[in-house]
């Protein structure tokens, strides 16, 4: 019989799983440059409520609509390296909002990791990225769950005609297009990596376009 926190931990991951996500991402520092959790935690929230407000304009957001996500804070093995793990639901075309998404964060921080070092794309695996949001779950318990950058809409999100265009153009195009390039690679690589890794018979894998 397993213990109280196998069980939780269990719940948790079957809570994540539920909502039906199909991007993951990582947005991270550049190596060696790494800042304080309440430094990195007001750009994290600032490069989430631009992508909103691009998104659904500002009335939208005052008014709740904002892309739905789950944002887990992570440290790294030597506890020097915040980052953030997401499960995203993009209201845009998926990959149009992967390569933006990676543009932008690196466009508004200079702190931000170049695109080639972030690594957000379409969901292959639900249960596989829940795991993997939750790897630092043993050290921090639920405390990994960022609940000031999670969201989860009650209501319909009516996204602007000219979303992605205003997101190409909040960005610089030297990130846009780096972002464009490593795409392919990542999720090359991601592929691989739930191949090679993780992969099983009984599991019910989504296809990746």
Same mark, same amino acid.
């Given at each position: 019989?397993?213990?109280?926190?196998?069980?939780?931990?269990?719940?948790?991951?079957?809570?994540?799983?539920?909502?039906?996500?199909?991007?993951?991402?990582?947005?991270?520092?550049?190596?060696?440059?790494?800042p304080n959790?309440?430094?990195?935690?007001?750009?994290?929230?600032?490069?989430?409520?631009?992508?909103?407000?691009?998104?659904?304009?500002?009335?939208?957001?005052?008014?709740?609509?904002?892309?739905?996500? @789950?944002? @887990?804070?992570?440290?790294?093995?030597?506890?020097?390296?915040?980052?953030?793990? @997401?499960?995203?639901?993009?209201?845009?075309?998926?990959?149009?909002?992967?390569?933006?998404?990676?543009?932008?964060?690196?466009?508004?921080?200079?702190?931000?990791?170049?695109?080639?070092?972030?690594?957000?794309?379409?969901?292959?695996?639900?249960?596989?990225?829940?795991?993997?949001?939750?790897?630092?779950?043993?050290?921090?318990?639920?405390?990994? @769950?960022?609940?000031?950058?999670?969201?989860?809409?009650?209501?319909?999100?009516?996204?602007?005609?000219?979303?992605?265009?205003?997101?190409?153009?909040?960005s610089k195009?030297?990130?846009?297009?780096?972002?464009?390039?490593?795409?392919?690679?990542?999720?090359?690589?991601?592929?691989?990596?739930?191949?090679?890794?993780?992969?099983?018979?009984?599991?019910?894998?989504?296809?990746?376009?």
């Open positions: 019989m397993g213990t109280a926190n196998d069980k939780a931990y269990t719940a948790y991951k079957d809570w994540i799983v539920e909502h039906n996500w199909d991007v993951f991402g990582t947005l991270n520092f550049k190596p060696k440059l790494k959790i309440d430094v990195a935690q007001k750009q994290w929230s600032s490069v989430w409520n631009k992508l909103d407000q691009l998104i659904y304009g500002r009335t939208g957001v005052s008014n709740g609509m904002r892309v739905e996500r @789950f944002v @887990f804070t992570q440290f790294g093995s030597q506890n020097d390296n915040p980052h953030i793990h @997401f499960l995203a639901k993009s209201p845009i075309n998926t990959k149009d909002f992967c390569v933006n998404l990676n543009a932008l964060w690196k466009t508004e921080f200079p702190a931000a990791a170049a695109p080639v070092c972030n690594e957000i794309l379409p969901l292959i695996h639900d249960e596989s990225a829940a795991k993997y949001s939750l790897h630092e779950y043993w050290r921090n318990n639920s405390e990994t @769950f960022n609940a000031q950058l999670s969201h989860l809409s009650e209501k319909h999100a009516q996204v602007r005609t000219d979303a992605v265009d205003r997101l190409k153009r909040s195009q030297l990130w846009r297009i780096q972002a464009e390039l490593a795409f392919p690679n990542h999720n090359r690589l991601a592929k691989a990596r739930f191949k090679q890794h993780v992969a099983k018979p009984h599991y019910n894998k989504r296809q990746v376009p």
